[in-house]
């Protein structure tokens, strides 16, 4: 092999084992969570869409009278539970629609385990709690997207001539 190959194969290698760190080491803690959206189960699905637009997350989390995590209720639900049913959002509680007692990690759990949560039960936002299950933020498809991203800058960010980027600072439906 000649120089080239070998420096190229060095490099290769370097940033395989950079990625392999980043993909077993990284913790939640580096996606930088949002902080949490907290309701109540009596809120109504109403108060909890003006505050998921107002704060632009995908979701908020239901806590009890000790501030405890209770429950979850996304935009999915939003779709599926509510609008899909036909129901009143100025009347409807989130108790009646929200997922209880759902999946949490921590900011020490790995990205690769959020990962996993999103790939096979389909999460597309997950709770962080404290070790008294209080919630302390939330990590969305989103954050992992741009982690993963960030690993991959030259093949994200060299995309071929004419592919069209969305900006982020505009509101879709996407």
């Not at 902080?35 to 909890?48: F, G, K, N, S, Y």
């Not at 759990?109 to 302390?136: F, K, N, Q």
Request: glycine letters at 6%.
């Amino acid at each position: 092999m000649n120089e080239f190959g070998d420096e190229y194969s060095e490099a290769i290698e370097s940033e395989t084992r950079e990625i392999k760190g980043a993909l077993f080491n990284d913790t939640i803690a580096v996606l930088t969570p949002a902080e949490p959206i907290c309701l109540r189960e009596t809120a109504t699905v109403h108060d909890a869409v003006q505050a998921m637009l107002a704060r632009r997350q995908g979701g908020v989390l239901i806590v009890d009278a000790n501030g405890r995590l209770s429950g979850i209720f996304t935009e999915r639900d939003v779709l599926v539970r509510v609008l899909g049913k036909d129901l009143d959002v100025r009347r409807t509680p989130l108790g009646e629609v929200m997922t209880r007692d759902p999946e949490a990690l921590s900011l020490r759990d790995r990205v690769a385990y959020a990962l996993h949560c999103m790939s096979v039960a389909g999460y597309r936002t997950i709770p962080l709690v404290d070790a008294e299950r209080c919630p302390i933020g939330i990590v969305t498809v989103t954050d992992a997207v741009r982690w993963l991203a960030n690993l991959f800058p030259e093949a994200v960010l060299n995309l071929p001539p004419g592919d069209t980027l969305k900006h982020p600072s505009e509101v879709d439906a996407g």
